[in-house]
């Protein structure tokens, strides 16, 4: 099998340290969190207190200033466990690096280091019942008060929403700008006029809470404004490729770890006087899917490396995320197969991984708009190419 080249002893060395803390501190309570439908607080603290939030987080703010192999190391590790609570991506990946990338000294300071430790969790808001992937059709509106923004509107589907302490909130400015009048602001959710909504009843992902969100009339100071007035939609399109490379990794993952443990249910089960690992379908069933997660594999390990230099664009993670995507679904439907009605049965994870997989193909935006931008992209090529001849 090919080897990965990604990691040195380092990366390895946490990659222990993360394993050995969802062995101690998330496996044993895991089923429990399901049924709540949301982890304890202590469990982010005792996260913080090993290192594992916001690794890339620099020194002056709390953080480990690790490359960002680390932070997949525990994206991987999460994923390759089957636990799907807490929502450490969301605020790791995405928060913490909103605030690194866009923040003031002020904000930062006031919020990295208390999400490195685990004392603040952060949550990305920008979903709303009317505008999923199209997120120039927001309608949660900010509105200036002479030195402060009140915010009204409604968001959903928000990961962490029953627990976080600040918002990446998405609001219009400009309600007749488009684009142009998305502006971002931090949310402090202690404000007056925020309220948490219901925790959703999902199909999957059963530990991490996921909730409705509510602002009446929410006054934040103009300080709070993360970047520029109007410049919320370019700032975000400038993270969309790493939030959708994080969904690859976690799909590779998935995919490979999977595989494995359905080779290792298939060798031992029998049925009609042999295993169901003998039958010429299963072997091949899962020869076609252990090739498909070693190219998928390959690359995503590739577009991080890309992403570590500065080089991944929007096509490229447009592409990992459509594929690595399908191929998550695909797998955990065909090894489910193989375990007949077992595998119909919560107890097994093949039942946990089928469940939760299928929001892959939804989160970070959907495979139909991966395609229009990939397609997108290919015409654009051809009519330049065109042009130039």
């Given at each position: 099998?090919?080897?990965r080249?990604?990691?040195?002893?380092?990366?390895?060395?946490?990659?222990?340290?993360?394993?050995?803390?969802?062995?101690?501190?998330?496996?044993?309570?895991?089923?429990?969190?399901?049924?709540?439908?949301?982890?304890?607080?202590?469990?982010?603290?005792?996260?913080?207190?090993?290192?594992?939030?916001?690794?890339?987080?620099?020194?002056?703010?709390?953080?480990?200033?690790?490359?960002?192999?680390?932070?997949?190391?525990?994206?991987?590790?999460?994923?390759?466990?089957?636990?799907?609570g807490?929502?450490?991506?969301?605020?790791?990946?995405?928060v913490?690096?909103?605030?690194?990338?866009?923040?003031?000294?002020?904000?930062?300071?006031?919020?990295?280091?208390?999400?490195?430790?685990?004392?603040?969790?952060?949550?990305?808001?920008?979903?709303?019942?009317?505008?999923?992937?199209?997120?120039?059709?927001?309608?949660?509106?900010?509105v200036?008060?002479?030195?402060?923004?009140?915010?009204?509107?409604?968001?959903?589907?928000?990961?962490?929403?029953?627990?976080?302490?600040?918002?990446?909130?998405?609001?219009?400015?400009?309600?007749?700008?488009?684009?142009?009048?998305?502006?971002?602001?931090?949310?402090?959710?202690?404000?007056?006029?925020f309220?948490?909504?219901?925790n959703?009843?999902?199909?999957?992902?059963?530990?991490?809470?996921?909730?409705?969100?509510?602002?009446?009339?929410?006054?934040?100071?103009?300080?709070?404004?993360?970047?520029?007035?109007?410049?919320?939609?370019?700032?975000?399109?400038?993270?969309?490729a790493?939030?959708?490379?994080?969904?690859?990794?976690?799909?590779?993952?998935?995919a490979?770890?999977?595989?494995?443990?359905?080779?290792?249910?298939?060798?031992?089960?029998?049925?009609?006087?042999?295993?169901?690992?003998?039958?010429?379908?299963?072997?091949?069933?899962?020869?076609?899917?252990?090739?498909?997660?070693?190219?998928?594999?390959?690359?995503?390990?590739?577009?991080?490396?890309?992403?570590?230099?500065?080089?991944?664009?929007?096509?490229?993670?447009?592409?990992?995320?459509?594929?690595?995507?399908?191929?998550?679904?695909?797998?955990?439907?065909?090894c489910?197969?193989l375990?007949?009605?077992?595998?119909?049965?919560?107890?097994?994870?093949?039942?946990?991984?089928?469940?939760?997989?299928?929001?892959?193909?939804?989160?970070?935006?959907?495979?139909?708009?991966?395609?229009?931008?990939i397609?997108?992209?290919?015409?654009?090529?051809?009519?330049?190419?065109?042009?130039?001849?």
């Amino acid at each position: 099998m090919i080897k990965r080249t990604l990691f040195n002893e380092d990366h390895e060395a946490f990659r222990n340290t993360v394993r050995r803390f969802i062995d101690n501190e998330i496996a044993p309570h895991h089923a429990q969190w399901e049924k709540d439908g949301i982890v304890p607080r202590d469990v982010w603290l005792k996260a913080g207190a090993a290192g594992m939030l916001c690794c890339t987080v620099p020194e002056a703010y709390g953080g480990l200033e690790a490359d960002y192999l680390f932070d997949v190391v525990v994206f991987e590790e999460m994923a390759r466990s089957g636990f799907t609570g807490p929502g450490f991506l969301i605020h790791c990946d995405l928060v913490a690096t909103y605030i690194k990338s866009f923040g003031t000294e002020a904000q930062k300071r006031q919020w990295l280091p208390k999400m490195v430790k685990g004392e603040a969790i952060g949550s990305l808001g920008m979903t709303e019942p009317h505008a999923g992937s199209d997120l120039k059709a927001i309608r949660t509106r900010a509105v200036r008060d002479g030195d402060d923004f009140v915010i009204s509107g409604q968001k959903v589907f928000i990961s962490n929403g029953q627990m976080c302490d600040v918002i990446v909130l998405a609001t219009k400015t400009d309600s007749s700008a488009g684009a142009k009048g998305v502006t971002l602001f931090l949310v402090d959710t202690s404000l007056p006029g925020f309220r948490r909504g219901q925790n959703l009843d999902k199909l999957g992902m059963k530990a991490q809470d996921t909730s409705e969100l509510f602002f009446d009339d929410v006054r934040v100071p103009a300080s709070a404004m993360l970047g520029e007035e109007g410049k919320g939609f370019e700032l975000m399109m400038t993270k969309l490729a790493q939030e959708r490379l994080a969904q690859a990794i976690r799909s590779a993952t998935v995919a490979e770890t999977v595989v494995d443990y359905t080779v290792a249910y298939t060798a031992e089960r029998k049925a009609f006087g042999q295993t169901i690992g003998d039958f010429q379908n299963t072997q091949f069933k899962l020869a076609e899917l252990k090739t498909e997660a070693v190219i998928g594999r390959q690359f995503t390990d590739a577009c991080i490396a890309s992403f570590m230099k500065g080089e991944l664009d929007a096509v490229d993670a447009a592409m990992a995320k459509m594929w690595l995507s399908n191929l998550h679904c695909k797998v955990v439907d065909e090894c489910l197969q193989l375990f007949g009605g077992w595998g119909y049965m919560w107890e097994y994870p093949i039942a946990r991984a089928y469940a939760d997989a299928r929001i892959v193909k939804i989160a970070g935006g959907s495979i139909e708009v991966m395609k229009h931008i990939i397609g997108r992209k290919l015409f654009a090529d051809y009519r330049s190419g065109q042009s130039a001849g």
